[in-house]
């Protein structure tokens, strides 16, 4: 008999397990290795054999059996008794080529066309200065003002506009306390001038003690992320937010802030809302029980081939973001060191980060997860686990 599998379809194993993923119908199933399925398994894994192997009559016991049935009923594959019996005898099975990715991106770079690193640009982030109410460690988990006094001078800041406005990459995400920033007026002028989407991320401590603040914000006509890090003075405030382009992001902490949140989003009518679960150190209870994956919820996911690809080769909470700190420094990631100063070109600092930094390539192959069948299927590591120092957010294993 033959087997011919499709070529959406991924075949992973571990020294118990195989599980076969459709990327096409996202339907999979889970089958435990045997001495026969891991003949066949090798066989598969031949890249040389193009998804098509045959099967012979002494290989085709109970399991094996089983095994093609499942693999017909998820439709990963066919079998026919003669090569006859198929359209194309072959297949072809996904294919990493990042190394050659990274030759290639190396090779350019020397050639200098150093322009091509833009487009793996996707964000940056300036932390244009700080706030009273800042917090670092909250900053390495979400977007949130860090406590400095250093800021960003307005000549960075032009400049990366410039820039951003004549790249690819068209967001840009203002964080700080801009009612305190020195160039305030200049920093908006400036922003107005660029076909760019600018958010500014604010909190809501810092947006209550501004004068004027509900003007400006109304004034500059920009996106904002308003981070309610005061509950009880929000659900107080009478300001009417109904004429701006506003998300409210609620940090949560522990279970019960979950129901009071929803209490005052329907108070205060929040349209746009994002509720974020935050570590302060002390609540991981509330991570474990309200925040881990279950085995479930990663066979729920319903990955492309293409999406299941990005997985294997780049971090897709991380890849193609730049975040600017006021102590001058660049990063791509708060959680690791930076990777340069902000008086670099943009262009080498990408270079840098793709060829040797940590943050945009960082996979699920280390720790726990490196062993685990769903690990191209499990959303890329996320910055929970940097902090928490624990490579895996799941309950699985
Ligand atoms: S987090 Fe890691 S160990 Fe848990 S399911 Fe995902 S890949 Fe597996």
Same mark, same amino acid.
């Given at each position: 008999?033959?087997?011919?599998?499709?070529?959406?379809?991924?075949?992973?194993?571990?020294?118990?397990?195989?599980?076969?993923?459709?990327?096409?119908?996202?339907?999979?199933?889970?089958?435990?290795?045997?001495?026969?399925?891991?003949?066949?398994?090798?066989?598969?894994?031949?890249?040389? /054999?193009?998804?098509? *192997?045959?099967?012979?009559?002494? #290989? %085709?016991?109970?399991?094996? =059996?089983?095994?093609?049935? &499942? $693999?017909?009923?998820?439709?990963?594959?066919?079998?026919?008794?003669?090569?006859?019996?198929?359209?194309?005898?072959?297949?072809?099975?996904?294919?990493?080529?990042?190394?050659?990715?990274?030759?290639?991106?190396?090779?350019?770079?020397?050639?200098?066309?150093?322009?091509?690193?833009?487009?793996?640009?996707?964000?940056?982030?300036?932390?244009?200065?700080?706030?009273?109410?800042?917090?670092?460690?909250?900053?390495?988990?979400?977007?949130?003002?860090?406590?400095?006094? /250093?800021?960003?001078? *307005?000549?960075?800041?032009?400049? #990366? %506009?410039?820039?951003?406005? =004549?790249?690819?990459?068209? &967001? $840009?995400?203002?964080?700080?306390?801009?009612?305190?920033?020195?160039?305030?007026?200049?920093?908006?002028?400036?922003?107005?001038?660029?076909?760019?989407?600018?958010?500014?991320?604010?909190?809501?401590?810092?947006?209550?003690?501004?004068?004027?603040?509900?003007?400006?914000?109304?004034?500059?006509?920009?996106?904002?992320?308003?981070?309610?890090?005061?509950?009880?003075?929000?659900?107080?405030?009478?300001?009417?937010?109904?004429?701006?382009?506003?998300?409210?992001?609620?940090?949560?902490?522990?279970?019960?802030?979950?129901?009071?949140?929803?209490?005052?989003?329907?108070?205060?009518?929040?349209?746009?809302?994002?509720?974020?679960?935050?570590?302060?150190?002390?609540?991981?209870?509330?991570?474990?029980?309200?925040?881990?994956?279950?085995?479930?919820?990663?066979?729920?996911?319903?990955?492309?081939?293409?999406?299941?690809?990005?997985?294997?080769?780049?971090?897709?909470?991380?890849?193609?973001?730049?975040?600017?700190?006021?102590?001058?420094?660049?990063?791509?990631?708060?959680?690791?060191?930076?990777?340069?100063?902000?008086?670099?070109?943009?262009?080498?600092?990408?270079?840098?980060?793709?060829?040797?930094?940590?943050?945009?390539?960082?996979?699920?192959?280390?720790?726990?997860?490196?062993?685990?069948?769903?690990?191209?299927?499990?959303?890329?590591?996320?910055?929970?686990?940097?902090?928490?120092?624990?490579?895996?957010?799941?309950?699985?294993?």
């Amino acid at each position: 008999m033959y087997l011919k599998l499709y070529e959406d379809v991924f075949v992973w194993r571990n020294e118990r397990e195989y599980f076969i993923y459709n990327s096409k119908n996202y339907k999979s199933f889970l089958c435990d290795s045997t001495p026969c399925l891991e003949i066949i398994y090798n066989r598969i894994a031949d890249f040389n /054999n193009l998804y098509f *192997i045959l099967i012979e009559e002494d #290989l %085709l016991d109970v399991s094996v =059996k089983n095994w093609i049935d &499942n $693999i017909i009923k998820i439709d990963a594959g066919c079998v026919g008794e003669s090569l006859d019996s198929f359209d194309s005898p072959v297949s072809f099975p996904p294919l990493l080529r990042i190394q050659t990715d990274i030759e290639r991106i190396k090779w350019m770079y020397s050639q200098g066309y150093t322009g091509e690193m833009l487009k793996y640009l996707h964000d940056i982030t300036i932390h244009i200065n700080g706030s009273l109410n800042g917090n670092l460690y909250y900053a390495r988990q979400m977007e949130y003002p860090i406590k400095t006094a /250093n800021f960003i001078s *307005i000549d960075v800041v032009d400049n #990366l %506009l410039l820039y951003v406005s =004549k790249s690819v990459t068209k &967001n $840009i995400c203002i964080i700080g306390n801009i009612f305190s920033y020195y160039a305030f007026d200049r920093l908006f002028k400036t922003i107005k001038i660029y076909d760019i989407n600018v958010s500014i991320c604010i909190l809501f401590s810092d947006f209550i003690e501004a004068e004027n603040a509900m003007n400006i914000l109304n004034n500059i006509n920009l996106k904002v992320v308003l981070i309610i890090d005061d509950i009880i003075g929000f659900r107080e405030c009478i300001c009417d937010y109904s004429n701006m382009d506003i998300q409210f992001v609620f940090p949560i902490l522990k279970k019960d802030d979950i129901s009071e949140v929803f209490d005052v989003i329907d108070l205060k009518k929040c349209n746009d809302y994002l509720l974020k679960p935050l570590y302060n150190g002390d609540n991981m209870s509330f991570f474990k029980n309200n925040v881990y994956l279950r085995k479930d919820d990663i066979l729920n996911f319903k990955l492309n081939k293409r999406e299941v690809y990005l997985h294997y080769v780049v971090n897709t909470n991380f890849f193609g973001k730049l975040i600017y700190m006021p102590d001058n420094k660049v990063y791509s990631n708060l959680n690791y060191s930076h990777i340069g100063e902000n008086s670099e070109l943009v262009t080498e600092l990408i270079y840098r980060e793709i060829v040797n930094g940590k943050s945009w390539r960082f996979i699920r192959d280390n720790g726990d997860c490196s062993n685990c069948l769903y690990k191209y299927l499990c959303p890329s590591p996320s910055n929970y686990e940097l902090i928490f120092n624990k490579m895996n957010l799941c309950c699985t294993i």
